[in-house]
C-alpha cells in the first residue's frame, strides 16, 4: 500500500472508528429513538453508513457483493430506505452489519490501486471516477455522519468524546461544562439583532 492510501485509509479508520463509539452501548429503544424533525437516530445512521460503505466500495468498483439483504437495498430507488433499518435487527446485529460492511470496503480498498476507475451512477458530476476519490468522499461522508452522532448520543444519555482513543474533549468537570454552556447561552441571548 503506498503512502497516500495508507494515509487515507488511517483517516478512514478513525472515522469508522468514531461512528461506531457513539452507536455502541445504547439500548434497542435508545439506539432507535429519532431526536430530529427527519428522524435522525444511532441505528439509522450506522444501517445508512454499512449500505453506503457496500455501495462505494462495492457497486462502484464492480466487486461481487453475495448478500442478497444489501443488494436488494442497493437496488431501491428511495433514498432514505437506508436510514430505517428493520425492526428485526437488532442493535448489535446492525453495529456487525456496519463491521462488516467496512471489513468489505477495505478489502476492496487493499485489493486495488488509488486510481482504480470506479463508477457512481448516482453522480451528476464526475460519475467516471476512482479509488482515490470514493476513498476521499466516504471519509467525508463518514466524518459528517458521526458528527450527527456526536450530537444524538449527547442528546441521548450524555455520551461525548469523538473515540475512546481520543476523546478530543477537555477533562472538565460537570460544573465547568454548566459553566461553558451558561457562557455560550449569554452570548446567544445578548447577541444584537440585526
Given at each position: 500500500?503506498?503512502?497516500?492510501?495508507?494515509?487515507?485509509?488511517?483517516?478512514?479508520?478513525?472515522?469508522?472508528?468514531?461512528?461506531?463509539?457513539?452507536?455502541?452501548?445504547l439500548?434497542?429503544?435508545?439506539?432507535?429513538?429519532?431526536?430530529?424533525?427527519?428522524g435522525?437516530?444511532?441505528?439509522?445512521?450506522?444501517?445508512?453508513?454499512?449500505?453506503?460503505?457496500?455501495?462505494?466500495?462495492?457497486?462502484?468498483l464492480?466487486?461481487?457483493?453475495?448478500?442478497?439483504y444489501?443488494?436488494?437495498?442497493?437496488?431501491?430507488?428511495?433514498p432514505?430506505?437506508?436510514?430505517?433499518?428493520?425492526?428485526?435487527?437488532?442493535?448489535?446485529?446492525?453495529?456487525?452489519l456496519?463491521?462488516?460492511?467496512?471489513?468489505?470496503?477495505?478489502?476492496?480498498?487493499?485489493?486495488?490501486?488509488?486510481?482504480?476507475?470506479?463508477?457512481?451512477?448516482?453522480?451528476?458530476?464526475?460519475?467516471n471516477?476512482?479509488?482515490?476519490?470514493?476513498m476521499?468522499?466516504?471519509?467525508?461522508?463518514?466524518?459528517r455522519?458521526?458528527?450527527?452522532?456526536?450530537?444524538?448520543?449527547?442528546?441521548l444519555?450524555?455520551?461525548?468524546?469523538?473515540?475512546a482513543?481520543?476523546?478530543?474533549?477537555?477533562?472538565?468537570?460537570?460544573t465547568?461544562?454548566?459553566?461553558?454552556?451558561?457562557?455560550?447561552?449569554?452570548?446567544?441571548?445578548?447577541?444584537?439583532?440585526?
Amino acid at each position: 500500500m503506498d503512502h497516500s492510501k495508507e494515509l487515507l485509509q488511517e483517516y478512514l479508520t478513525d472515522a469508522r472508528e468514531a461512528v461506531l463509539y457513539k452507536a455502541q452501548g445504547l439500548s434497542e429503544q435508545l439506539a432507535r429513538k429519532p431526536l430530529t424533525p427527519t428522524g435522525t437516530h444511532i441505528l439509522g445512521v450506522l444501517h445508512h453508513l454499512a449500505i453506503t460503505e457496500y455501495g462505494y466500495f462495492g457497486q462502484c468498483l464492480n466487486r461481487t457483493i453475495d448478500d442478497p439483504y444489501i443488494q436488494n437495498l442497493l437496488d431501491i430507488d428511495d433514498p432514505q430506505t437506508d436510514f430505517l433499518p428493520p425492526a428485526q435487527l437488532s442493535a448489535d446485529e446492525i453495529i456487525k452489519l456496519y463491521q462488516e460492511s467496512t471489513a468489505f470496503a477495505d478489502a476492496g480498498i487493499h485489493a486495488l490501486p488509488l486510481n482504480a476507475p470506479a463508477e457512481v451512477p448516482w453522480w451528476i458530476r464526475r460519475r467516471n471516477t476512482t479509488l482515490e476519490h470514493l476513498m476521499v468522499h466516504m471519509i467525508a461522508e463518514t466524518s459528517r455522519h458521526a458528527g450527527h452522532l456526536d450530537i444524538v448520543r449527547e442528546q441521548l444519555d450524555g455520551f461525548v468524546g469523538l473515540r475512546a482513543a481520543a476523546p478530543n474533549l477537555p477533562d472538565y468537570s460537570a460544573t465547568q461544562w454548566a459553566e461553558q454552556y451558561e457562557a455560550i447561552e449569554r452570548l446567544a441571548t445578548n447577541t444584537k439583532k440585526e
